[in-house]
């Protein structure tokens, strides 16, 4: 599976500190962003509220772009 990641321009600085830690530690890029992606969603995202839709008809993307024009 593939995830591409838009990072605007002022926050280029991240890239480059992702690079110099795959450098230093002999780990793929992916493996880092996965390991902080797994951390934040274990933590802080377990503390991100729930909300419940209640049931849910099926829709077609249709209908959606349909009721958009309107």
């Known amino acids: 599976m593939q995830l591409n990641i838009y990072v605007p321009e002022e926050r280029a600085d991240l890239l480059k500190?992702?690079?110099?830690?795959?450098?230093?530690?002999g780990?793929?890029?992916n493996e880092l962003v996965l390991a902080a992606l797994e951390t934040y969603l274990r933590t802080e995202g377990a503390m991100l509220p729930r909300f419940r839709l209640g049931r849910v008809r099926p829709f077609r993307r249709a209908d959606l772009y349909d009721r958009r024009g309107r």
């Open 27 to 29: 780990r793929r890029k």
């Open 17 to 25: 500190r992702l690079e110099e830690v795959s450098r230093r530690s």
